[in-house]
């Protein structure tokens, strides 16, 4: 493994374990190198068949993690959510899509199950998403939508 930080080619593991899902490993290493000797930390996890995306207008493209992290992070902008939490949210995601289709996911299944997922995690987050993902048209949809959330939550008066 190289040094991000040197480019040398030695480095050692120093601590390995597995990550917080189980899939995963988590090895601290570091660079043997003279004048580096910096650490960092790398993750190993099971390469798995790409998983197609379906879209609304049946164009395919293929499954991002990262492109999931990023929508649940920007949902989740400036809520008190740790990164961790959202990873675990992620992981529990692309587990369950993993699971139940096996080469092609429709959008929508992805898009459900984030807002499944943000409904129990943070009602200002699923108000976010669901806005954007629902395409609201106007106020009363809105208010609707967190007058039904407010209902699920028994915080309706």
Request: a positive charge.
């Amino acid at each position: 493994m190289k040094c991000p930080y040197c480019d040398a080619e030695n480095t050692r593991v120093v601590e390995s374990r597995p990550g917080e899902d189980g899939s995963t490993i988590r090895r601290r290493r570091e660079c043997v190198n003279e004048g580096c000797g910096r650490r960092f930390t790398t993750y190993e996890r099971v390469e798995q068949r790409p998983l197609m995306v379906v879209k609304k207008d049946q164009e395919r493209e293929e499954f991002s993690r990262e492109k999931l992290y990023r929508g649940l992070m920007r949902a989740c902008e400036k809520r008190p959510i740790s990164v961790e939490r959202l990873e675990s949210v992620c992981a529990d995601i692309e587990r369950a899509l993993r699971m139940e289709y096996e080469r092609e996911v429709p959008s929508s299944a992805i898009g459900e199950r984030v807002m499944d997922a943000l409904r129990k995690l943070d009602g200002v987050a699923y108000v976010r998403f669901a806005s954007v993902y629902r395409e609201f048209r106007d106020v009363e949809t809105l208010a609707k939508e967190v007058l039904s959330l407010l209902g699920e939550t028994g915080k309706a008066r």
